[in-house]
């Protein structure tokens, strides 16, 4: 449970099609179970729960009033209201097939057909983008809506029971943005025949001198200096390593040099996080998975286990490879963001503990959703001022749920010509992630 100091019974009355919440006051919160009605309409669909995925105009955005308060939510199942009575209060939505249906990824666990050309659920099948809540924690909203109708039939306010947390996170996709030579012409390549822009090739030309005259780093190795501006706010950095080795698919560097290991080394000193970022190919392929955790284990010693991290390309597909990672015995895995848009692809920015669809059990695993990538934000948000003003309301909406807010920065995007714009910002978001004006008081 998220709030301090409640105590309630819950009963789910089949007869009456109601989930009963009741409180030690006497007093009862009704949720109207709208998925007991649909069992024998959905009877043909071959899964064992009920249901259906709604459709777009089922999608409704309501309000509830409470005391002159109102509080926007997302109707997914059952009717958007509610009807308060003297010791009653019973709402027409079914929050908690609304909850499910989210927390769960119902909709991609029943669609393995839907892939876009990385084999990922594409973000514009899913009900969130179509029907444009992706940037709306409906089940945050949800748990915002029990605090608020138990508070007034306790006439106490309930407070939550969860602080605000942030996570910094970077996915070490490449060390060297300039080695081997050849990957350093292209670029160089790029910068002229892509980007057209004859300044940008100098730039690349000068690091690529001085990189392998070793006397500068190379503009990916800026691995200090995100753990510098993670300090400053108080917080230690995420590293996820790929551990790839030569010859297979998507190699970009071996783990087992010692150049990356004594990047992971300096990290590890510095009291920072080191984490797994599982390859390209992993998914389908739990023998590879393991090859590759087992490596990093292996560089990181038995005294530091290695319990977190997040699939390369966001390459999630469910349940398999929540069943991956759960198998793998890790405890936490963040690759639950949208591609292209920032948001809450599971409807909440709260860690949570995965319902596996297939097996119909919980699992050990916890999922940290994602919610900002600076690569979809860009996307979405091309223009540095929107850019910026959108992760501020990212911020802001996560802290408004005493949530958590996890930020994914590759170390790639920081010494980038395409970044050098929005990567000027990086400092000051890390410091408003931390020093945001706490809405609480707003609720
Ligand atoms: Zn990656």
């Given at each position: 449970m998220y709030f301090k100091d409640v105590h309630l019974e819950f009963e789910v009355?089949?007869?009456?099609?109601?989930?009963?919440?009741?409180?030690?006051?006497?007093?009862?919160?009704h949720i109207h179970?709208?998925?007991?009605?649909?069992?024998?309409?959905?009877?043909?669909?071959?899964?064992?729960?009920?249901?259906?995925?709604?459709?777009?105009?089922?999608v409704q955005f309501a309000t509830l009033e409470i005391d002159n308060e109102s509080l926007p939510y997302v109707s997914l199942f059952g009717q958007p209201g509610f009807e308060s009575f003297e010791n009653k209060f019973h709402l027409h939505t079914d929050i908690i097939a609304g909850s499910f249906f989210m927390l769960s990824g119902f909709e991609e666990f029943m669609q393995p057909e839907v892939k876009d050309e990385h084999g990922r659920f594409s973000d514009e099948a899913s009900l969130a983008v179509q029907a444009e809540f992706t940037h709306r924690p409906v089940v945050n909203e949800y748990i915002e809506m029990?605090?608020?109708?138990?508070?007034?039939?306790?006439?106490?306010?309930?407070?939550?029971?969860?602080?605000?947390?942030?996570?910094?996170?970077?996915?070490?996709?490449?060390?060297?943005?300039?080695?081997?030579?050849?990957?350093a012409m292209k670029r160089l390549g790029g910068d002229l025949l892509v980007r057209r822009n004859l300044k940008e090739a100098f730039i690349t030309l000068k690091q690529t001198v001085l990189s392998f005259l070793?006397?500068?780093?190379d503009p990916a190795d800026i691995f200090d200096y995100f753990m510098d501006v993670s300090e400053k706010y108080g917080l230690y950095s995420h590293f996820y390593f790929i551990c790839g080795r030569p010859g297979e698919e998507d190699f970009q560097y071996d783990i087992d040099s010692p150049k990356v290991k004594n990047i992971i080394q300096n990290i590890r000193s510095r009291r920072h996080h080191i984490g797994f970022h599982a390859s390209y190919g992993t998914p389908g392929d739990f023998n590879q998975f393991t090859t590759e955790l087992k490596r990093l284990q292996k560089v990181c010693g038995s005294d530091q286990k290695i319990t977190e991290g997040r699939q390369?390309?966001?390459?999630?597909r469910i349940p398999d490879v929540w069943q991956d990672w759960d198998n793998a015995k890790l405890k936490v895995d963040s690759s639950m963001g949208y591609h292209n848009y920032w948001g809450f692809r599971r409807g909440i920015c709260y860690e949570y503990p995965v319902f596996d669809l297939a097996k119909g059990e919980k699992l050990n695993l916890l999922e940290r959703p994602l919610i900002v990538m600076e690569v979809a934000l860009k996307r979405q948000f091309p223009d540095?001022?929107?850019?910026?003003?959108?992760?501020?309301?990212?911020?802001?909406?996560v802290r408004k749920y005493d949530g958590d807010f996890v930020l994914l920065w590759h170390n790639s995007n920081i010494n980038h010509p395409y970044w050098r714009e929005h990567a000027a910002f990086y400092e000051e978001l890390v410091g408003f992630m931390t020093t945001a004006i706490d809405n609480a008081e707003d609720r």
């Amino acid at each position: 449970m998220y709030f301090k100091d409640v105590h309630l019974e819950f009963e789910v009355d089949e007869q009456t099609e109601i989930y009963k919440f009741k409180l030690d006051n006497g007093k009862e919160l009704h949720i109207h179970d709208f998925t007991a009605a649909c069992d024998e309409n959905f009877a043909q669909i071959s899964t064992p729960y009920p249901g259906e995925i709604p459709k777009i105009d089922q999608v409704q955005f309501a309000t509830l009033e409470i005391d002159n308060e109102s509080l926007p939510y997302v109707s997914l199942f059952g009717q958007p209201g509610f009807e308060s009575f003297e010791n009653k209060f019973h709402l027409h939505t079914d929050i908690i097939a609304g909850s499910f249906f989210m927390l769960s990824g119902f909709e991609e666990f029943m669609q393995p057909e839907v892939k876009d050309e990385h084999g990922r659920f594409s973000d514009e099948a899913s009900l969130a983008v179509q029907a444009e809540f992706t940037h709306r924690p409906v089940v945050n909203e949800y748990i915002e809506m029990l605090r608020r109708i138990m508070s007034k039939l306790r006439d106490k306010p309930f407070a939550y029971l969860r602080e605000y947390r942030t996570f910094v996170t970077h996915d070490v996709d490449e060390i060297y943005r300039l080695r081997p030579l050849s990957k350093a012409m292209k670029r160089l390549g790029g910068d002229l025949l892509v980007r057209r822009n004859l300044k940008e090739a100098f730039i690349t030309l000068k690091q690529t001198v001085l990189s392998f005259l070793t006397v500068q780093k190379d503009p990916a190795d800026i691995f200090d200096y995100f753990m510098d501006v993670s300090e400053k706010y108080g917080l230690y950095s995420h590293f996820y390593f790929i551990c790839g080795r030569p010859g297979e698919e998507d190699f970009q560097y071996d783990i087992d040099s010692p150049k990356v290991k004594n990047i992971i080394q300096n990290i590890r000193s510095r009291r920072h996080h080191i984490g797994f970022h599982a390859s390209y190919g992993t998914p389908g392929d739990f023998n590879q998975f393991t090859t590759e955790l087992k490596r990093l284990q292996k560089v990181c010693g038995s005294d530091q286990k290695i319990t977190e991290g997040r699939q390369h390309f966001l390459r999630l597909r469910i349940p398999d490879v929540w069943q991956d990672w759960d198998n793998a015995k890790l405890k936490v895995d963040s690759s639950m963001g949208y591609h292209n848009y920032w948001g809450f692809r599971r409807g909440i920015c709260y860690e949570y503990p995965v319902f596996d669809l297939a097996k119909g059990e919980k699992l050990n695993l916890l999922e940290r959703p994602l919610i900002v990538m600076e690569v979809a934000l860009k996307r979405q948000f091309p223009d540095p001022k929107d850019f910026k003003n959108q992760f501020f309301e990212a911020v802001n909406t996560v802290r408004k749920y005493d949530g958590d807010f996890v930020l994914l920065w590759h170390n790639s995007n920081i010494n980038h010509p395409y970044w050098r714009e929005h990567a000027a910002f990086y400092e000051e978001l890390v410091g408003f992630m931390t020093t945001a004006i706490d809405n609480a008081e707003d609720r």
